[in-house]
């Protein structure tokens, strides 16, 4: 039994190995990302029957985790002297999967959890709510025998995995008065009477520097005043059910739950056929689907979070693995291996506020023209963000992102003596396509204390102002909208080895070994990438008595530049050594030395981008 059912949990029973998401489910990626021997777990390669498996630019964490039923050995290499394993920072987890045999296996499983058998939150207690839902439920079952007897087997797998939770929210919500512009019943976080002064009376000296503000009589806002879009987005939030709290900006007043659906279908499959008996080969597909947070309903219509922290997103993944191999017999000591592979991942993340009707706000003309979402032009809600304390923030949360992998890896095993020799080459071809014009696609407003506050200085910040009747002023303190490009990108791959363990003696064992490795900068297909930084560079701008403005950004294939975004690094020789000596029949002494390259594209530990604002 392996704790949710996830095989990847056993990587840290390795020594040297720390995990840094115990626990976590097949559809719970972030599992691989384990600590080998001090890395940060940013960087490992892990592989599934010979073939990579890690999601392209996601830090080495792998999609493609198969059911633990279907799973004949997990491998955790944590020194990396061998020269066959390489483009990593940390260590490679190598799966093995099971095949079918001539006799007819199978097993079935069932996990269940409930919130009857859990306590109940500190945070449910104190506000006086039940125990959060949670019902959870495993059901999986493998099965795998002959197709023609010593010449073709199977080995199927199918799990289901559904688990149901509470997502328990504490609000901050205008009150009754306040939707109206009534701010006299309000405390500030000093527990005093909120004071509103009045933007539109603000005095500046002769240089433009403050002098002083008049305030609205009463904390109260004239109803004239009152902008259409604040009015609107009051009207959207709830009444406040929770009254433990004095009405003050930064209390909670508002308290809610939500179920949350976390449903998980994997299907995986293998196939081995016996050719001769010096030739087999083997097909494998998988399958894995999930929705992670789909909620049930969001916290309030078009929710997105709150001004420090975004939340309520629903993710929607779906991988699906290939892999072909043929292993040959050439001779009785050499052996030869041809592997192909194929990984396709497809993440798309939705929000409430993607789909929401923008003429519920009223915004203006100029803001619906240009409304996004996800490429439903004219959709959707602009991002509010209310700094007054833990007040919910409305917006979109598009962002879809496909990645495939190609790789082609083959691998030759000749056992000569006391050397047994291997070399090989591994290839990649990895396309990125990402559409994330960020939560800023419809535009970003933020509502803050500065321009209903007494003066300008931050100190009196939680005395006066708030955000909530700058909302209702129609005044944000900072806006935007950016979006970034959608883009099509694309890099290549190789690594070439050869490696020799070397048994010198009965107790002393030699592992000597070259890697090279060559990896190509990504291209984009409509060239939209930036190549560098040119100081030098004439922008054919000039400003009046100060010249000619030098120093701007170079696109890749323009002015003689390549299509690729930089150059190509040909010189990743790493050599590899390894020494095991044993003293005695109980005690082996090991170590090594090498050379490792990062690889830049399927595991950065970082990944820069530009973004461009329109």
């Known amino acids: 039994p392996v704790v949710g059912v996830n095989p990847i949990n056993l990587a840290d029973m390795a020594p040297g190995v720390v995990p840094t998401t115990p626990d976590g489910n097949v559809m719970n990626y972030t599992t691989s990302r384990v600590q080998i021997n001090g890395s940060s777990g940013r960087g490992n390669q892990m592989t599934i029957d010979g073939a990579p498996s890690e999601v392209p630019r996601m830090s080495g964490v792998s999609y493609f985790i198969p059911m633990a039923e279907m799973v004949g050995e997990l491998k955790v290499v944590t020194a990396m002297f061998d020269a066959a394993q390489g483009r990593t920072n940390g260590g490679s987890i190598l799966v093995t ?134 009015d609107a987005l009051m009207k959207v939030y709830p009444e406040p059910n929770y009254l433990g709290f004095p009405n003050q900006l930064s209390q909670v007043n508002y308290v809610s739950s939500t179920t949350v659906a976390n449903p998980i279908l994997s299907f995986q499959s293998r196939v081995d056929h016996v050719l001769t008996t010096r030739q087999r080969m083997y097909f494998r597909f998988a399958r894995n689907h999930a929705l992670i947070s789909n909620y049930h309903s969001p916290a309030i219509p078009g929710y997105a979070g709150t001004a420090s922290a975004s939340d309520g997103n629903t993710d929607d993944r779906l991988g699906h693995q290939f892999v072909l191999e043929e292993t040959l017999t050439l001779r009785p000591t050499l ?74 890896t083959s691998g030759f095993n000749k056992f000569w003596g006391s050397h047994n020799l291997r070399w090989g080459s591994d290839y990649r071809n990895t396309r990125w396509f ?28 939680t005395t006066s102002g708030s955000g909530l009747a700058s909302l209702l002023l129609g005044l944000p303190t900072g806006g935007s909208i950016s979006r970034n490009p959608a883009m099509a990108a694309q890099s290549h791959y190789n690594g070439l080895y050869v490696q020799d363990d070397w048994r010198a003696t009965s107790k002393l064992t030699l592992s000597l070994g070259l890697r090279y490795d060559i990896e190509t900068p990504l291209t984009e297909r409509y060239d939209r990438f930036a190549y560098d930084f040119q100081p030098d560079a004439d922008l054919g701008i000039t400003v009046p008595a100060i010249g000619p403005l030098m120093g701007g950004l170079r696109f890749v294939n323009t002015a003689g530049l390549p299509r690729r975004q930089g150059k190509v690094d040909r010189n990743n020789f790493g050599p590899r050594l390894g020494v095991a000596y044993s003293l005695n029949r109980k005690t082996v002494l090991r170590g090594g030395w090498g050379l490792f390259y990062q690889g830049l594209t399927n595991n950065p530990i970082a990944f820069f981008r530009e973004s461009y604002t329109s």
Not at 107 to 135: C, I, K, L, M, V
Not at 352 to 374: E, F
């Open 97 to 230: 999967t099971k095949g079918g045999t001539n006799s007819y296996h199978g097993s079935a499983y069932y996990h269940f959890r409930d919130e009857r058998f859990n306590a109940n939150s500190w945070t449910n207690n104190y506000f006086g709510r039940p125990r959060g839902q949670q019902n959870y439920w495993l059901a999986g079952g493998v099965i795998n025998g002959p197709v023609l007897r010593d010449k073709t087997f199977f080995s199927l797998g199918l799990e289901k995995e559904r688990n149901v939770g509470t997502a328990n929210y504490q609000f901050r919500v205008p009150t009754a008065l306040e939707r109206q512009g009534d701010f006299s019943q309000t405390l500030n976080s000093r527990s005093q009477a909120l004071q509103l002064f009045d933007p539109l009376t603000t005095v500046l000296d002769a240089r433009g520097n403050f002098v002083s503000r008049g305030p609205f009589a009463g904390a109260r806002l004239p109803a004239a005043r009152i902008n259409t879009v604040g």
């Open 434 to 461: 990402e559409n994330n014009p960020s939560q800023n696609q419809n535009g970003t407003f933020t509502f803050d204390k500065p321009l209903t506050r007494e003066t300008d200085v931050s100190t009196s910040n």
């Open 335 to 408: 052996v030869a291996t041809m592997r192909l592979g194929f990984n396709r991942f497809n993440q798309r993340t939705k929000g409430a506020g993607d789909t929401m009707d923008p003429s519920v706000l009223k915004l203006p003309d100029a803001i619906r023209s240009n409304l996004y979402s996800g490429g439903s032009a004219g959709g959707g809600w602009p991002r509010m963000d209310i700094a007054d304390g833990p007040i919910p923030s409305v917006g979109p949360m598009f962002r879809q992102s496909v990645n495939n992998i190609l790789t082609f």
